[in-house]
């Protein structure tokens, strides 16, 4: 069985007084989950705050992005020490918005990818086709490359460990969130190409996420699809309301046979 993973990406929003009263809430509407793991990616000044907040609660610091070196003359960029030092367990690496706004490369993300193991923490690696990908028939063959790519030289144990929100950027911030069908489409090719290009044993191990306008309203028909395990939630992460009742229909699905 693969446990559930529900992650916010609170993206560039809260400051640390707005991150400070969200966990005053959220905490108190999340203590009963049990079964289904809970991850918070704040912005880097708040990281902080959410990683004191959480302390005791089992729910897990996540950062939004990281570089791959470990020091030096990069200016603006933060290391994976010092995400981990602070108590990161996951960080997020390329996010559409990333690799659109930012150029980033997959190149790059498989660099980050490693240098996020090298410092014990797992990625959370975003996927996905843009709209234009996905009319011309494209959508599996962008899945493949950024997976070929991304996941390069990693061993298959690392590549069991890792994330794969599979994030369709026409569903991302639009309010339309994939199909069920196509969501479940979408990460059932993803674990396919695992099980071919690593091995059948990380195709079944690794967590697969769903990411792009998950609401309350159909979160329950996403995380109920046979290869989706969990989701990356943007938007409905940043009320607490919104948030925890995402993570109670998780929770409820898994307590149903
Ligand atoms: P929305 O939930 O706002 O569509 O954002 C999804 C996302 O990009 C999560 O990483």
Redesign the pocket.
Same mark, same amino acid.
């Given at each position: 069985m693969r446990t559930p993973i529900i992650a916010s990406?609170w993206k560039l929003h809260k400051t640390r007084k707005e991150s400070r009263e969200f966990l005053n809430q959220f905490r108190e509407k999340v203590k009963y989950i049990s079964e289904t793991e809970i991850a918070l990616a704040p912005t880097y000044t708040s990281l902080d705050i959410v990683a004191n907040g959480l302390e005791g609660t089992g729910i897990k610091l996540c950062a939004q992005n990281v570089y791959f070196e470990s020091e030096g003359a990069f200016t603006g960029e933060v290391s994976p020490e010092m995400l981990a030092e602070i108590g990161t367990k996951y960080v997020i690496v390329g996010?559409s918005e990333r690799r659109q706004i930012f150029r980033e490369t997959d190149g790059m993300i498989n660099k980050k990818i490693s240098a996020v193991f090298e410092q014990g923490m797992k990625p959370i690696l975003?996927i996905g086709e843009t709209e234009d990908q996905r009319k011309q028939g494209k959508t599996e063959s962008v899945l493949q490359n950024q997976l070929r790519n991304d996941l390069r030289g990693l061993d298959p144990e690392q590549v069991s460990e890792t994330i794969v929100a599979y994030?369709p950027i026409w &569903? +991302? *911030?639009t309010g339309e969130s994939a199909s069920p069908a196509d969501a479940q489409a979408g990460c059932k090719f993803v674990r396919e190409q695992i099980k071919k290009i690593v091995s059948k044993e990380a195709g079944e191990k690794v967590r697969l996420q769903y *990411? *792009?306008? +998950?609401k309350p309203h159909n979160a329950r028909e996403l995380m109920s699809q046979p290869d989706i395990d969990g989701g990356?939630? *943007?938007? &409905?992460s940043l009320d607490p309301d919104s948030f925890a009742e995402i993570i109670s229909i998780t929770e409820d699905l898994t307590k149903t046979p």
């Open positions: 990406n996010h975003c994030e &569903a +991302i *911030g *990411g *792009g306008s +998950i990356l939630v *943007g938007s &409905a």
